[in-house]
């Protein structure tokens, strides 16, 4: 079968302090980290020994992950693997990318966010250029506050034309039209991302083809429904992979939504819907204005 499988282990430390993220600057123990290193080569091996099955894999710390070696290592291994289709993380890209000189290109790629006031813009831009020179697929985005919009657009301007910038809608504010047309203009798919989407009782590849793993290897539909569908290394989510609904009021998170079978993302993002490349830009019929 063909699994997508989102994994969030035990790190929750990061390298920066954004005002907007709860584990902004926060440390993990030795223990914490040794706990984290051992929790994802476990997954790493079972993903390797999957044989029999496509798998595709996104992975989501609540940390920054490319800082650590482990994590570095788990991509470059699993990109080389010929069941892995797509290997992907979520990175602030504050690590350096010598390391991508290992993997396979055709098969690793990264979500790469842009923190402004925590990286220097010209320091971040050269990343994204490093990425473009060694052909690693790559999208880059922003959280989408007032005091941002001049460095996306300055982001937009200066990052190859290749590469989608998108917008994340951020987290308890309140777009007025004139805001949601700024933004908008430097990503065309920022609609889908300024409400929350109703959800609830709608059809979504969650548990059934998409499965979000825990650090211990505890399966649930998503990162957002806490119910249990069993264990990844034992087996036994296997029997509980069907059809579901949502049961949840609204999804306001792209790597939820993405997944909603009323919403067309898997046609705008065919071939990236990890990596969050879409298919075609700038030009995507069907994007609605109300999200």
């Given amino acids: 079968m063909d699994l997508t499988i989102l994994y969030r282990g035990l790190l929750a430390s990061c390298d920066y302090d954004c005002p907007y993220c709860p584990f902004a600057k926060r ?8 706990a984290d290193r051992a929790a994802l080569e476990r997954f790493t091996a079972w993903a ?11 992975f989501t710390p609540w940390g920054e992950g490319l800082v650590r070696s482990w994590y570095r290592r788990a991509l470059v291994e699993l990109s080389r693997l010929p069941h892995i289709r797509r290997v ?33 813009y010209e320091r971040f831009l050269a990343k994204c250029r490093d990425l473009a020179a060694r ?18 657009r300055r982001l937009r301007e200066d990052l190859p034309s290749p590469v989608y910038l998108w917008v994340n809608a ?14 908008t ?26 499965i979000s793993v825990d650090g211990e ?6 990162h957002f429904v806490r119910s249990e569908l069993g264990n990844l290394y034992d087996g036994s989510y296997r029997r ?51 999200g």
């Fill in 170 to 183: 951020a987290e308890g504010y309140s777009y007025t039209d004139a805001e949601a047309d700024r933004w």
């Fill in 240 to 290: 509980a992979l069907r059809p579901r609904a949502c049961p949840l009021a609204v999804c306001d998170c792209h790597i939820g939504y993405v997944h909603l079978e009323t919403l067309p993302l898997y046609d705008v993002f065919a071939g990236g819907v990890l990596e969050r490349i879409p298919a075609a830009l700038p030009s995507v019929p069907g994007v609605p204005r109300d």
């Fill in 27 to 34: 440390r993990d123990s030795r223990d914490q980290l040794a």
């Fill in 48 to 58: 390797a020994g999957q044989r029999g099955d496509s798998l595709y894999l996104l």
């Fill in 88 to 120: 992907a993380i979520q990175t602030n890209l504050s690590c350096r990318t010598d390391w991508l000189d290992t993997a396979d290109l055709d098969t690793l790629a990264l979500w790469c966010t842009f923190h402004p006031g925590q990286t220097p």
């Fill in 185 to 210: 203009a430097l990503d065309p798919l920022f609609p889908y991302s300024r409400r929350p989407h109703r959800s609830a009782g709608l059809p979504c590849r969650t548990g059934e083809s998409v």
């Fill in 135 to 152: 052909g690693v697929r790559h999208s880059v985005g922003i959280v989408g506050l007032p005091e941002h919009l001049e460095a996306a």
């Fill in 217 to 222: 290897g505890t399966v649930r539909r998503c």
